[in-house]
């Protein structure tokens, strides 16, 4: 099978051209990346030594992951445009290896325009603290697969009327509308304003998203990870509408905190009716 035609690049593919319909992509806004399971690895490099092309030029990385060594990531390029994901994937999107000591990558396949996406740190990294998070949560060990970044617009508005506080946003989302706990019992984690593309912001990034599920780049957009694509895409989606209907309750109000928000009693029920744990301290 090509490689183009595999279940999860069609699957990135067709979250990019959902992502960009709803207009979270100008430009080349966002990266996204997902961490292959080992029987997808084990297709892609056969796929690979059956056409005699794979690379052998490692790049350092700048992190030493021991997590991630050896495995293989689909990442979105550096400049690459989310609008062009289903035009031409091999140009949006490429495999790489991470190497067996986790400090290095190179290029099995696709990102035929240059080099993984300028975010690539906080993407190795955010894998890396979900895969350590759900490795002491989860009985079954780490599901997480998928890093989702985007430029989601009522989310940057909300950044730029809350303080960089995850207790903060998590009530004001939680508040807006009756499910949202439901969707992110654990809130959502929130980065104070930092330089993107480098190291810095991904390692502060991940000590928020070995936390959190999704971290909120303030004035930025967010970050979205998930077991799969409708988790994370579904996550960054809760998020924004949630942010959504919280600006426009505010507006609504000349401003002030919208009045009738759902209510800490509420949300306690909500999630006793449901078996869900509201993450501790977040409620009054
Ligand atoms: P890239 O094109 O390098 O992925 O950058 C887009 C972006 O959103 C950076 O934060
Ligand atoms: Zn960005």
Not at 150 to 165: E, F, G, K, R
Not at 264 to 277: K, N, P, T
């Amino acid at each position: 099978m090509q490689i183009r035609q595999m279940d999860f690049v069609r699957e990135m593919v067709r979250l990019c051209e959902d992502a960009w319909t709803l207009g979270w992509h100008e430009r080349n806004a966002g990266n996204l990346s997902y961490r292959l399971t080992w029987e997808e690895s084990r297709c892609v490099l056969d796929a690979i030594a059956s056409h005699g092309c794979e690379g052998d030029d490692w790049t350092d990385t700048g992190l030493v992951l021991p997590q991630l060594a050896g495995s293989l990531i689909c990442v979105s390029g550096a400049g690459a445009c989310f609008r062009n994901a289903g035009h031409c994937p091999e140009l949006v999107f490429g495999i790489v290896q991470i190497s067996s000591e986790g400090s290095s990558y190179r290029i099995l396949w696709g990102l035929e325009d240059g080099r993984p996406t300028s975010e690539f740190p906080t993407h190795l990294l955010a894998h890396a603290a979900r895969m350590d998070a759900e490795r002491e949560s989860c009985a079954e060990g780490c599901q997480s697969r998928v890093v989702y970044h985007a430029h989601c617009p009522d989310a940057i508005t909300l950044s730029n009327i809350l303080p960089p506080d995850s207790r903060v946003w998590t009530r004001a989302l939680w508040q807006a509308m009756t499910e949202a706990v439901l969707f992110f019992p654990e809130g959502v984690g929130v980065l104070p304003w930092m330089v993107p593309g480098g190291c810095d912001i991904a390692r502060a990034s991940a000590r928020v998203l070995g936390d959190f599920r999704s971290c909120i780049w303030t004035q930025h957009g967010l970050f979205a990870t998930g077991c799969s694509f409708d988790d994370a895409f579904g996550l960054a989606h809760m998020i924004e509408k949630t942010a959504g209907i919280y600006l426009a309750g505010r507006a609504a109000c000349g401003g002030a905190e919208p009045p009738y928000g759902v209510s800490d009693a509420q949300l306690r029920l909500i999630c006793e009716e449901s078996g869900v744990l509201p993450r501790e301290g977040f409620l009054d």
